[in-house]
């Protein structure tokens, strides 16, 4: 769902196995930097953008934290015609003395484990390691926020396999210099908070057919470069005290190579938005939520005044754009969050 889905896209791309339309939407993941939001977020259909703290991506929404923080998330996938997944994600929040502001710096391992048949009648195997880091800071008494993030080392592989278990494709991806994401958060009201995001990647992909694939010798694709482009407004509403209503509108466009040696070009249009509902004194937190065309929902509680954080999230068939190559699929996260 991540990096991987670039990998697939652009090998086959390269390689001319398929036409390019079945594989166009591949690369429509917010998450392209393989760095996941909450649980809190996914519950609640992804819908971070304008959503101050540590539940948000937009690096500006970092701008309210002022204590140490440190978080785990676990996320486990399941593909109807693809391997299981599982992903770990580890962060912590540092507040920059003197400057203001927090620092959050990010990892992530996502790896498959083990090798499943695919709708393309090979069977796959993928996995990827990310480092990245985020910095937001408040302005104007605290109604704006900005932030940047920058991602110095980001690296999936992914492998094709025939039926009869030999090696037919190869391919790596690495994230390079400037792929970089920004944000802004706006409190036009105590109630009412406008979010922007925008993010820029550019993606060295890398890959190798082996004689299955050629019918022939092993044959190095050589490399290429995509650029990925998204800019993502947002708004969240809080109508009552406990209660918060956001919701996403990611706009983008794919540019790369095409494998008739011309240039490929893919839009990106997607909505995500949600609700979220505290009663019992934020002991008990219900979300919903709808994300790129499936259901989520989840729940949370807040514990050690408040700060333990603990949440929960299911996200079902929200991976359409890669349902014709992996099919349905479901997820289940689980973040653990500790305020120093």
């Not at 339309?21 to 519950?43: K, N, P």
């Not at 918060?244 to 839009?267: C, M």
């Not at 019992?280 to 499936?294: E, V």
Request: charged share 20%; proline share 4%.
């Amino acid at each position: 769902m991540t990096r991987w889905t670039t990998l697939v896209f652009t090998l086959f791309l390269f390689a001319g196995m398929v036409a390019a339309q079945e594989f166009a939407g591949l690369l429509r993941d917010e998450m392209a930097l393989a760095l996941r939001a909450s649980a809190a977020s996914a519950g609640m259909g992804n819908a971070y953008v304008a959503v101050p703290g540590a539940d948000s991506m937009n690096p500006a929404a970092l701008g309210v934290i002022e204590d140490w923080q440190a978080e785990v998330e676990y996320v486990h996938t399941r593909f109807d015609d693809a391997p299981h997944v599982n992903d770990g994600i580890a962060k912590l929040y540092i507040p920059v003395p003197r400057i203001g502001g927090c620092l959050r710096l990010m990892g992530e391992y996502y790896d498959s484990g083990h090798r499943e048949r695919t709708k393309l009648g090979l069977d796959a195997d993928f996995d990827s390691r990310t480092l990245g880091f985020q910095y937001g800071r408040a302005f104007l008494d605290g109604k704006l926020r900005v932030g940047l993030g920058g991602y110095p080392y980001e690296k999936a592989n992914i492998d094709f396999f025939t039926p009869g278990g030999a090696h037919a494709i190869h391919g790596e991806a690495f994230s390079q210099v400037g792929s970089l994401d920004g944000g802004i958060q706006y409190d036009v009201h105590p109630r009412v908070t406008l979010g922007f995001r925008a993010i820029y990647i550019i993606d060295r992909l890398e890959g190798t057919l082996y004689p299955p694939a050629t019918g022939g010798l092993k044959h190095d694709l050589g490399h290429d470069n995509f650029h990925i482009h998204y800019l993502v407004p947002g708004i969240a509403i809080r109508p009552f005290d406990h209660t918060l209503l956001a919701v996403d509108y990611w706009r983008g466009k794919i540019d790369g190579k095409a494998a008739s040696g011309g240039d490929f070009e893919q839009d990106i249009d997607r909505w995500s938005f949600g609700v979220e509902q505290r009663l019992l004194d934020d002991r008990l937190i219900l979300r919903t939520g709808g994300w790129n065309g499936g259901f989520t929902a989840g729940a949370g509680t807040r514990l050690m005044d408040g700060r333990l954080s603990l949440d929960y999230a299911y996200v079902n068939e929200s991976y359409q754009d890669i349902g014709n190559v992996f099919g349905d699929g479901q997820s289940h996260f689980v973040t653990l969050r500790f305020k120093f």
